[in-house]
């Protein structure tokens, strides 16, 4: 996904693994935090951005973080922007409430939150001082941040475009409850689909209930899509996420079959490796992101 401030950040080569010790045992010289709780009332008191840093003692391209992107002299001289938070999720209690919080799964990880403690974004992988600087300036400006959005879901509350946006922030970080009911208000602002985005907000609607494990409302909401958009672009797209759902339910024949049927119905389709693959290679935890 491509959507807001989304940072896809590429996995080096194995010569980038190897760090030298010279380099590791640099002090970053931020002042970082120890505690959510300190950490959020300095950022309220201030009215500063909250950057929590979730690490962990094995992650390479941590310590490669904080030997070159957080003791380089441009990330210093913006340290009093932001309040600065570092937790090891396996071992701060305040680490592992964030990585279940927001589902962090991939180290290093940066949350960024606003002062009353609202998720902003959310970015995993390395970034060298530049990228990290342009990332939390972005964040503060662009109008894609959610604070924004539901600024102008204020001023525009019927606004289908600014409601399906924020269903897509919401999406890419991961908060699939927000990024429902967003999907579900652009569904419900456009019964007649005037601004043709509600074939895409039945799948996300689907993809995000999925998520939170209500697969019958996904089921249904596929249903729907799939009635109203028979031919529709991402009808391929909701076969796959229906025979993922019914995967991760245990139904495993009713997986198969709807693989089956996508071969089927489109033999020509840029997914087709990827479902032969996963008929032949099925087994448990079988993300759901794998159509999207």
């Given at each position: 996904?491509?959507?807001?401030?989304?940072?896809?950040?590429?996995?080096a080569?194995?010569?980038?693994?190897?760090?030298?010790?010279?380099?590791?045992?640099?002090?970053?010289?931020l002042?970082?935090?120890?505690?959510?709780?300190?950490?959020?009332a300095?950022?309220?008191?201030?009215?500063?951005?909250?950057?929590?840093?979730?690490?962990?003692?094995?992650?390479?391209?941590?310590k490669?973080?904080?030997a070159?992107?957080f003791?380089?002299?441009?990330?210093k001289?913006?340290?009093?922007?932001?309040?600065?938070?570092?937790?090891n999720?396996?071992?701060?209690?305040?680490g592992a409430?964030?990585?279940q919080?927001?589902?962090?799964?991939?180290?290093?990880?940066?949350?960024?939150?606003d002062?009353?403690?609202?998720?902003?974004?959310?970015?995993?992988?390395?970034?060298?001082?530049?990228?990290f600087?342009?990332?939390?300036?972005?964040?503060?400006?662009?109008?894609?941040?959610?604070?924004?959005l539901?600024?102008?879901?204020?001023?525009?509350?019927?606004?289908?475009?600014?409601?399906?946006?924020?269903?897509?922030?919401?999406?890419?970080?991961?908060d699939?409850?927000?990024?429902?009911?967003?999907?579900?208000?652009?569904i419900?602002?456009?019964?007649?689909d005037?601004?043709?985005?509600?074939?895409?907000?039945?799948?996300h609607?689907a993809?995000?209930v999925?998520?939170?494990?209500e697969?019958?409302?996904a089921h249904?909401?596929?249903?729907?899509?799939?009635?109203?958009?028979?031919?529709?672009?991402?009808?391929p797209?909701?076969?796959?996420?229906?025979?993922?759902i019914?995967?991760?339910?245990?139904?495993?024949?009713k997986?198969?079959?709807?693989?089956?049927?996508?071969l089927?119905?489109?033999?020509?389709?840029?997914?087709?490796?990827?479902v032969?693959?996963?008929?032949?290679?099925i087994?448990?935890?079988?993300?759901?992101?794998?159509?999207?």
């Amino acid at each position: 996904m491509s959507r807001g401030l989304k940072l896809a950040i590429a996995a080096a080569g194995v010569a980038a693994l190897i760090i030298p010790l010279v380099l590791i045992t640099r002090s970053s010289a931020l002042p970082w935090e120890h505690d959510y709780a300190a950490a959020l009332a300095q950022a309220k008191a201030r009215n500063q951005m909250l950057v929590a840093y979730l690490y962990t003692d094995w992650c390479t391209y941590c310590k490669k973080m904080e030997a070159e992107t957080f003791p380089s002299d441009q990330v210093k001289s913006q340290a009093g922007r932001y309040v600065w938070l570092k937790l090891n999720p396996e071992k701060d209690q305040d680490g592992a409430k964030l990585r279940q919080l927001y589902g962090v799964s991939g180290y290093p990880t940066i949350i960024v939150l606003d002062a009353n403690g609202e998720r902003l974004e959310q970015i995993e992988g390395f970034m060298p001082p530049e990228t990290f600087l342009q990332a939390l300036s972005g964040i503060s400006t662009q109008a894609t941040s959610v604070e924004a959005l539901k600024a102008e879901i204020r001023k525009q509350p019927g606004s289908v475009e600014v409601h399906y946006n924020l269903g897509q922030k919401y999406l890419d970080l991961k908060d699939y409850r927000e990024a429902a009911n967003a999907f579900a208000q652009v569904i419900q602002a456009d019964p007649d689909d005037r601004h043709s985005k509600n074939e895409l907000a039945y799948y996300h609607l689907a993809l995000s209930v999925a998520s939170l494990q209500e697969y019958s409302s996904a089921h249904k909401q596929l249903d729907v899509l799939v009635g109203k958009y028979p031919d529709g672009k991402l009808a391929p797209q909701a076969t796959i996420l229906r025979g993922q759902i019914f995967y991760q339910q245990g139904e495993i024949e009713k997986a198969r079959a709807s693989f089956n049927q996508f071969l089927q119905k489109y033999p020509g389709d840029e997914k087709v490796a990827l479902v032969q693959r996963m008929l032949t290679e099925i087994a448990p935890g079988l993300p759901l992101s794998a159509s999207h």
